[in-house]
């Protein structure tokens, strides 16, 4: 095999071959080696699935982005009794690892949603909360949960959460049920908007 590129940077300094540039390097050896092979063909497929992977992982950028997300039934109709809710929650975990959302937290009560969730690098909040709202809502609808059609509400909070708050926010959501048996959802809105300074318009959420 042959040996790797090595390149001087502009003091000087030799520059040890990259990763993505080694397995390159292991990607053509594999292919001359499997020359004439009646399986080479099966062969190239698994390395080549291999290397993308690698480089993947190799070029990977490192991100942590901590959001608390909040996102309320139309209307803030009670849709969501206790049964129902852990349904949709459990159904909201599964999506989310499908679709490569890493969700630490969900949990609500009868006409909201609590998520914390930790962006990716190509994710947006936009994004997340569209892909957990718009199936979750397809799916209740497509298993008839509710009596009526259900909907989210356009709208919702998102705020950031540093790691020192990252365990009392966890609890928080954990706690929902406690939380909603002293405060309504009105009154926790009211929190949110006093805190984080929103300008909230009646049937924004």
């Not at 890493?102 to 909360?129: D, P």
Request: charged share 20%; net charge positive; glycine share 4%.
């Amino acid at each position: 095999m042959a040996l790797a590129k090595i390149t001087f940077n502009t003091k000087g300094y030799w520059l040890k071959p990259t990763p993505s540039e080694m397995l390159n390097k292991h990607f053509h050896f594999f292919a001359a080696a499997s020359a004439g092979c009646p399986n080479k063909s099966k062969i190239m497929d698994l390395v080549k699935i291999s290397y993308i992977r690698l480089i993947n992982l190799l070029n990977m950028s490192y991100v942590r982005i901590w959001v608390h997300l909040v996102f309320s039934t139309k209307n803030r109709h009670p849709y969501l009794t206790k049964n129902i809710r852990y349904k949709v929650q459990k159904h909201i975990m599964e999506n989310c690892r499908e679709k490569a959302i890493f969700l630490q937290a969900i949990n609500g009560y009868t006409e909201h949603m609590h998520c914390l969730i930790s962006l990716g690098r190509e994710q947006t909040i936009s994004k997340i909360a569209q892909l957990i709202k718009g199936e979750s809502s397809f799916w209740i609808n497509k298993n008839m949960l509710t009596k009526i059609p259900f909907m989210w509400q356009d709208d919702y909070f998102a705020v950031s959460v540093s790691e020192s708050g990252l365990q009392a926010v966890t609890n928080y959501i954990k706690n929902q049920e406690i939380h909603h048996a002293k405060k309504s959802f009105d009154f926790e809105v009211k929190e949110f908007v006093d805190k984080y300074g929103f300008t909230l318009e009646k049937e924004d959420i």
